[in-house]
């Protein structure tokens, strides 16, 4: 199983990139995983292209309080964390259940979200021109840490680009192939997990270069850098959205808090005057 795992991982890479519709419906599935590295969401993406939110089922019982539901088949993993590799299995959120029903609530970017989460973008990864236009700010967003986190990645590919299409273009060329690439990668994920349709939004040309990456070394690249820095993102847009979600459940339980408390003052009152 672990030899069918190491072959479907590196079929899967090789596919991606194979066109840009193929790296586009790869980003869709790996916009939901942002909290997996490279290789994890490629087998994820492998075996379950329409997973949303995927753990082992010990995080799934311990911390969510939820059951994998019987007959469920897990989505195996290359583990390599010790001295030998092994598989290790998550499952997605829809093969899980809880005794009373209750679903998951994955972070949602509401309306009534935006200005927090664009403020608190730009605290992070710096200033934006001024845009009126919450998927302009993003994308401005989107452009700063790409460009200030993609020279670890970009300075690597000279050195692992033979055998691949990108072998013989300059120093420049190159450099410029990657950055579209990851760009329009980070940018078609980013929109997609806060729930705009990118096609609408992104030109074709953020795609067009993705064939040239068609080697394991230079796909790996790649997605490392796509994934690493889409997680950055995704990150921080969540930490926004979840402190927003405990405000307004604090707002809420304060209101019943005093709404008690005035109901208890009012018996107190009329006890009294009796």
């Not at 066109?19 to 939901?32: C, L, Q, S």
């Not at 010990?58 to 583990?79: P, Q, T, Y």
């Not at 997605?92 to 972070?107: A, E």
């Amino acid at each position: 199983k672990l030899e069918t795992m190491k072959t479907l991982s590196e079929a899967t890479m090789m596919r991606i990139t194979s066109t840009r519709e193929n790296w586009m419906r790869y980003i869709g599935t790996a916009a939901w995983l942002y909290k997996y590295p490279f290789y994890d969401q490629l087998l994820i993406y492998a075996q379950r292209p329409d997973a949303r939110a995927c753990a082992p089922i010990e995080l799934w019982n311990s911390v969510f309080k939820r059951w994998v539901n019987k007959g469920a088949k897990g989505i195996a993993l290359i583990d390599d964390s010790g001295n030998r590799l092994q598989l290790k299995y998550v499952f997605d959120v829809s093969d899980t259940n809880t005794r009373s029903n209750i679903p998951v609530q994955l972070w949602d970017a509401q309306p009534e979200d935006q200005q927090h989460v664009i403020e608190e973008l730009t605290n992070r990864f710096g200033e934006i021109e001024p845009e009126d236009d919450f998927t302009r700010q993003l994308l401005a967003v989107v452009r700063n840490v790409v460009t200030d986190n993609i020279g670890d990645y970009a300075d690597v590919l000279p050195l692992i680009v033979d055998g691949s299409e990108l072998s013989g273009l300059t120093g420049e060329a190159l450099q410029g192939k990657f950055y579209h690439t990851v760009y329009g990668g980070v940018a078609y994920g980013v929109l997609t997990r806060v729930g705009i349709d990118p096609r609408m939004v992104l030109a074709a040309s953020n795609f067009i270069d993705v064939q040239y990456f068609d080697t394991p070394l230079v796909i790996s690249q790649l997605g490392c850098a796509t994934g690493d820095i889409s997680q950055m993102i995704l990150r921080q847009i969540e930490r926004s959205v979840r402190s927003i979600e405990r405000q307004a459940r604090d707002n809420i339980a304060n209101e019943v808090k005093e709404r008690d408390n005035d109901a208890e003052g009012d018996q107190s009152e009329s006890e009294r005057s009796d």
